[in-house]
């Protein structure tokens, strides 16, 4: 199996691959101080409905604690995205970066509900032109791979 990053026509497949290189580190450090209870819960990543039940403090902080384990776990899986990204020519790794990429889709139209922010608008760009390239890159892993 050949890496996708040793060829040289494949920029955006590439680019897609560093985009989630780079989420999986941000994902996992993230994850960790939330873990750690160093750092508030980031009220960006959740809907307006579940900011408004954690108005405890106490669970507030146990709440953030499950998160960053969600966030570290969600960072585990951006790098595993990224190398099927990279690794590429593979049905089955394609099929990861694709069902995640879907998933991350999913993921950021449920924490807009009720939102318009900025950085969430942005990753969702992201991910759609993510998913637009995967699936115009398909024939080539499908039927070259």
């Known amino acids: 199996m050949n890496w996708i990053i040793l060829e040289s026509n494949n920029l955006l497949i590439i680019l897609c691959g560093i985009f989630y290189s780079i989420l999986c580190v941000f994902s996992i450090v993230t994850g960790?101080?939330?873990?750690?209870g160093k750092k508030k819960l980031n009220p960006l990543e959740l809907s307006d409905k579940f900011v408004k039940k954690l108005n405890d403090s106490d669970k507030l902080k146990k709440f953030t604690i499950k998160m960053g384990l969600v966030t570290f776990i969600v960072g585990l899986i951006q790098g595993l995205t990224?190398?099927?990204?990279f690794k590429g020519h593979s049905i089955f790794l394609y099929w990861i970066a694709l069902t995640f990429t879907i998933f991350s889709i999913c993921s950021v139209l449920f924490k807009l509900k009720g939102k318009i922010n900025a950085f969430p608008i942005i990753k969702l760009e992201?991910?759609?032109?993510?998913?637009?390239?995967?699936?115009?890159n398909s024939t080539r892993v499908l039927f070259i791979g």
Do not use: E
């Not at 960790?32 to 750690?36: E, L, R």
């Not at 990224?82 to 990204?85: L, Q, W």
């Not at 992201?126 to 699936?135: C, N």
């Open 32 to 36: 960790i101080i939330y873990m750690s």
């Open 82 to 85: 990224a190398i099927a990204i």
């Open 126 to 136: 992201f991910y759609i032109a993510i998913l637009v390239i995967l699936l115009l």
